[in-house]
């Protein structure tokens, strides 16, 4: 009965704690609050071909994938490049196109959430049959909680099951209530998919639409974003926001953000940084000039994709000779 009581406490804590973060989480008095979901950059480092491909390698690889081809021989590192190619070369006709490669630098930028999703699976496929089925989720989730009728947290686990559900139905694209992996994906990661952009404009304007018009005002979009804490002051990017809202969220005048405005607004069409590199590895490793690389080509510019000894030695020497 202790270790019950336990795993319950454990995930009354679990989920408060994702509560708070993902939906009533109040800024600092200073600290600004982002709801607008940016691609990341590709890499921290210049990307200056002339000095070193260290952009390039983190772009193709991720960044810390791309030190561990720093530690191998210049021949480890093609043998491993040329089995990551076989993978990029999704429809197996023996040509790596822009579009395929711009689809692997998606997913090597973003390895952590596959893993986050691997990690999630393994405590919510309860009967290994390689699907996530809703209950499934919901009884590993909010089992123990929904026995309580009275949590002592005083949180409203009903309330939140519904909102997951309904983000569940969304993702379950056949729906049958039983998710796919890509399925399940799209549930805990929905910014990541073009048909879950919908549910991801829902949640954002409930959890900012405190009046329940349907339409978030400027005191709201302020609010959530920054609290006055007794201080009558506002910092100068409290005013500045207050600006955008007016100038360039409310797009037409109307005094509040509709589902479209909200949506221009968290989900930005931004710059493809992820195409614009496929484009410029397939341009400098392109020796025939026909828009697509063979696995040769790529094996023989490796030092464009991926590191190895010998490369970060070179560097080192360079960065020696500028010292």
Same mark, same amino acid.
């Given at each position: 009965?202790?270790?019950?009581?336990?795993?319950?406490?454990?995930?009354?804590? !679990?989920?408060?704690?994702?509560?708070?973060?993902?939906? !009533?989480?109040?800024?600092?008095?200073? &600290?600004?609050?982002?709801?607008?979901?940016? #691609?990341?950059?590709?890499?921290?480092?210049? @990307?200056?071909?002339?000095?070193?491909?260290?952009?390039?390698?983190?772009?193709?690889?991720?960044? &810390?994938?791309?030190?561990?081809?720093?530690?191998?021989?210049?021949? &480890?590192?093609?043998?491993?490049?040329?089995?990551? $190619?076989?993978?990029?070369?999704? %429809?197996?006709?023996?040509?790596?196109?822009?579009?395929?490669?711009?689809?692997?630098?998606? !997913?090597?930028?973003?390895? /952590?959430?596959?893993?986050?999703?691997?990690?999630?699976?393994?405590? @919510?496929?309860? *009967?290994?049959?390689?699907? $996530?089925? /809703?209950?499934?989720?919901? *009884?590993?989730?909010?089992?123990?909680?929904?026995?309580?009728?009275?949590?002592?947290?005083?949180?409203?686990?009903?309330?939140?099951?519904?909102?997951?559900?309904?983000?569940?139905?969304?993702?379950?694209?056949? =729906?049958?209530?039983?998710?796919?992996?890509?399925?399940?994906?799209?549930?805990?990661?929905? #910014?990541?998919?073009?048909?879950?952009?919908?549910?991801?404009?829902?949640?954002?304007?409930?959890?900012?639409?405190? *009046?329940?018009?349907?339409?978030?005002?400027?005191? #709201?979009?302020? =609010?959530?974003?920054?609290?006055?804490?007794?201080?009558?002051?506002?910092?100068?990017?409290?005013?500045?926001?207050?600006?955008?809202?007016?100038?360039?969220?409310?797009? *037409?005048?109307?005094?509040?953000?509709?589902?479209?405005?909200?949506? %221009? /607004?968290?989900?930005?069409?931004?710059?493809?940084?992820?195409?614009?590199?496929?484009?410029?590895?397939?341009?400098?490793?392109?020796?025939?000039?026909?828009?697509?690389?063979?696995?040769?080509?790529?094996? %023989?510019?490796?030092?464009?994709?991926?590191?190895?000894?010998?490369?970060?030695?070179?560097?080192?020497?360079?960065?020696?000779?500028?010292?």
């Amino acid at each position: 009965m202790k270790e019950i009581d336990l795993i319950t406490m454990d995930l009354r804590q !679990f989920l408060m704690c994702l509560f708070l973060c993902t939906v !009533f989480a109040l800024s600092k008095p200073t &600290e600004k609050k982002d709801r607008v979901h940016h #691609e990341p950059q590709l890499s921290d480092k210049v @990307h200056n071909d002339a000095q070193s491909f260290d952009y390039d390698h983190d772009a193709f690889l991720g960044a &810390e994938e791309a030190k561990t081809f720093d530690q191998l021989t210049p021949e &480890e590192s093609k043998e491993r490049l040329g089995k990551i $190619v076989s993978k990029i070369d999704g %429809d197996k006709d023996g040509f790596v196109t822009v579009d395929e490669l711009k689809d692997w630098i998606k !997913f090597a930028q973003k390895r /952590w959430i596959y893993e986050d999703v691997e990690r999630q699976w393994k405590g @919510h496929d309860l *009967n290994e049959d390689g699907l $996530v089925s /809703w209950e499934e989720y919901k *009884n590993a989730t909010y089992g123990y909680v929904l026995d309580d009728p009275d949590p002592d947290d005083g949180f409203n686990y009903k309330q939140m099951m519904v909102r997951d559900e309904r983000r569940f139905k969304m993702a379950d694209k056949d =729906g049958d209530l039983i998710a796919t992996k890509e399925e399940f994906t799209a549930f805990l990661h929905p #910014e990541e998919y073009d048909y879950m952009k919908d549910i991801v404009v829902q949640e954002t304007m409930e959890d900012i639409d405190k *009046n329940a018009d349907g339409f978030i005002d400027l005191e #709201e979009y302020i =609010g959530d974003m920054y609290s006055h804490d007794g201080n009558a002051d506002e910092p100068e990017w409290v005013k500045t926001e207050r600006e955008q809202f007016v100038e360039f969220r409310d797009k *037409n005048r109307d005094g509040k953000m509709d589902k479209e405005e909200t949506k %221009d /607004w968290i989900l930005p069409s931004d710059y493809d940084h992820a195409e614009a590199e496929a484009r410029h590895l397939v341009y400098e490793s392109d020796q025939n000039k026909d828009g697509k690389l063979t696995k040769e080509e790529i094996v %023989d510019k490796y030092d464009l994709f991926v590191g190895s000894q010998a490369t970060d030695f070179g560097e080192a020497l360079v960065r020696h000779d500028e010292f």
